[in-house]
Every structure is written in structure tokens, then in C-alpha cells.
Nanobody, 121 residues
Framework: QVQLVESGGGLVQPGGSLRLSCVTS????????MGWYRQAPGKQRELVAA???????NYTDSVKGRFTISRDNAKNTVYLQMNSLKPEDTAVYYC???????????????WGKGTLVTVSS
């Protein structure tokens, strides 16, 4: 059974920091690209940051320079370090694992249940 379990969310003041973690089980973590998505009330889910199996990262423009995604293959865990948080970062943050099935047009993708981040004074 595949599980992605996020933790580390909470209430933080503007300018503060949080570190999200996503522990996975039931998959071969090292062969999956990992991502953090977020969904604010009334908005669509958006990709925040992603890290490839080789460690290549990409970020949405609004978090560049403030957020850092990393992975620890030995711990089957992906992290999102969030600094200089802003009220507009308030959202439920979801962990995603994704890989293309070689030789097919299909991908295997899994989601966590999310962790709430609230940035407010």
C-alpha cells in the first residue's frame, strides 16, 4: 500500500519559516520525481516545487529564492523548506510522487492528504 504522509504545517507569522516533510512508503522512492503542490481556498491546486530523481529542482516564480525542495532517498522523504513566508502562501500543501512508466504514455502518480500552512499575524 502506497502512503505519502505530510507533516510540518501550522500557523506562522509573516516572515517566518516552516519545514514540511513527506515520508513515503510502498514505492521505490528513488525512481520517483517528487513535488509539492498547494491549494488555497477557492483556487486551483498549483505546483510549488519539484525535484527529479537526479536532484534537479524547479520552482514556481512566486516562491523562488524563498523555498527549497530537497530529498533524502535513504529516508524515503522529501522536504520543503519555506522561508520569508507571506500571507499568500497560506494553503494546504500536498506531496506528490510521479514517474513515467517506461515505454508507455502513462505515469504512476500518488498524493498525500495534505498539511495546512497558515501565514497570519
Amino acid at each position: 500500500q502506497v502512503q505519502l504522509v505530510e507533516s510540518g504545517g501550522g500557523l506562522v507569522q509573516p516572515g517566518g519559516s516552516l519545514r514540511l516533510s513527506c515520508v513515503t512508503s510502498g514505492i521505490i522512492f528513488s525512481i520517483y520525481g517528487m513535488g509539492w503542490y498547494r491549494q488555497a481556498p477557492g483556487k486551483q491546486r498549483e505546483l510549488v516545487a519539484a525535484i527529479s530523481t537526479g536532484g534537479r529542482t524547479n520552482y514556481t516564480d512566486s516562491v523562488k529564492g524563498r523555498f527549497t525542495i530537497s530529498r533524502d532517498n535513504a529516508k524515503n522523504t522529501v522536504y520543503l523548506q519555506m522561508n520569508s513566508l507571506k500571507p499568500e502562501d497560506t494553503a494546504v500543501y500536498y506531496c506528490n510522487a510521479d514517474r513515467v512508466v517506461v515505454g508507455t504514455p502513462y505515469s504512476m502518480t500518488y498524493w498525500g492528504k495534505g498539511t495546512l500552512v497558515t501565514v497570519s499575524s
